[in-house]
C-alpha cells in the first residue's frame, strides 16, 4: 500500500538556524512528491515538487527540498528559519501514472522560536 | 483570481441533518477533490472526480456522496449528519498531464463543521 510518512509531529527551532522536516514514502512506482504549508484557518498552500530530474529543488519562500531514492525521502529544509514560517506543514506523493489520488502525511507542525 | 471557493466556512448542525457543501474553482482543472482534515490524521480523501461526469470513492466515503455538476462546481452531500462526522473539510483542485503527471493540488479555505 501506498503511504507517506512524517515521523515528527512537532519540529521546533530558533529563528536564523537551519530547519528540517522529514517525509519519507512507499509507493510501487515512481512518484511524484510535494510539500504544503497551512496557516491557521487556511487550506493548504504548494510549497514545491519533485517531478524528476535534480535530487534538489527549489520552492516558495526560501525553502528547498531533497529527494533521496534509496532511501525514499523528501525532506523539506531551509537554511535560515523565520518567525512567520512556524506554520503545518504536509508532505504529499501520487504516482507517476495511472492514478489521480495523492496521499498525504499527517503533517507536522514546525515552531520557529524568536 | 478567486482559486478554489468554499461554502458555508462555518455550520453547526444536529445529528440527523443533512446539508451539503459547495465548491467552485475558476482554474479550468479537470480534476476535483473533497478530504476531511482530523487532528493528527492528516487530509483523508473522501471522494474524487477525475473529470467532468466522473466520480471515485476515496479513502473514507462512507456517509457522503458528491455530485460533479460541471466542470468548476464539486458538492459534497451529508445525507443524515453524525457527530463522527464532525471536522474540517476541503475542496481541491488539479490538472493531470499525460507528460507532466500529476500537477499540484489548490485548495480552498475550509469548511468547519460542527454536528451536535
Known amino acids: 500500500a501506498q503511504s507517506v510518512a512524517q515521523p515528527e509531529d512537532q519540529v521546533n527551532v530558533a529563528e536564523g538556524n537551519p530547519l528540517t522536516v522529514k517525509c519519507t514514502y512507499s509507493?510501487?512506482?515512481?512518484?511524484?512528491l510535494f510539500w504544503y504549508v497551512q496557516y491557521p484557518n487556511r487550506g493548504l498552500q504548494f510549497l514545491l515538487k519533485?517531478?524528476?530530474?535534480?535530487?534538489l529543488v527549489k520552492g516558495s519562500y526560501g525553502f528547498e527540498a531533497e529527494f533521496n531514492k534509496s532511501q525514499t525521502s523528501f525532506h523539506l529544509k531551509k537554511p535560515s528559519a523565520l518567525v512567520s514560517d512556524s506554520a503545518l506543514y504536509f508532505c504529499?506523493?501520487?504516482?507517476?501514472?495511472?492514478?489521480?489520488?495523492?496521499?498525504f502525511g499527517t503533517g507536522t507542525r514546525l515552531k520557529v522560536l524568536a | 483570481n478567486a482559486g478554489v471557493t468554499q461554502t458555508p466556512k462555518f455550520q453547526v448542525l444536529k445529528t440527523g441533518q443533512s446539508m451539503t457543501l459547495q465548491c467552485a474553482q475558476d482554474?479550468?482543472?479537470?480534476?476535483m477533490y473533497w478530504y476531511r482534515q482530523d487532528p493528527g490524521m492528516g487530509l483523508r480523501l473522501i471522494y474524487y472526480?477525475?473529470?467532468?461526469?466522473?466520480?471515485d470513492k476515496g479513502e473514507v466515503p462512507n456517509g457522503y456522496n458528491v455530485s460533479r455538476l460541471n466542470k468548476r462546481e464539486f458538492s459534497l452531500r451529508l445525507e443524515s449528519a453524525a457527530p463522527s462526522q464532525t471536522s474540517v473539510y476541503f475542496c481541491?483542485?488539479?490538472?493531470?498531464?499525460?507528460?507532466?503527471?500529476?500537477?499540484?493540488?489548490?485548495f480552498g479555505d475550509g469548511t468547519r463543521l460542527s454536528i451536535l
Open positions: 481541491a483542485s488539479s490538472n493531470h498531464y499525460r507528460e507532466r503527471g500529476n500537477q499540484p493540488q489548490h
Open positions: 509507493v510501487s512506482g515512481n512518484p511524484y
Open positions: 519533485y517531478i524528476t530530474g535534480d535530487n
Open positions: 504529499a506523493v501520487s504516482l507517476t501514472s495511472g492514478t489521480y489520488k495523492y496521499i
Open positions: 482554474m479550468n482543472h479537470n480534476s
Open positions: 472526480s477525475a473529470s467532468e461526469g466522473t466520480t
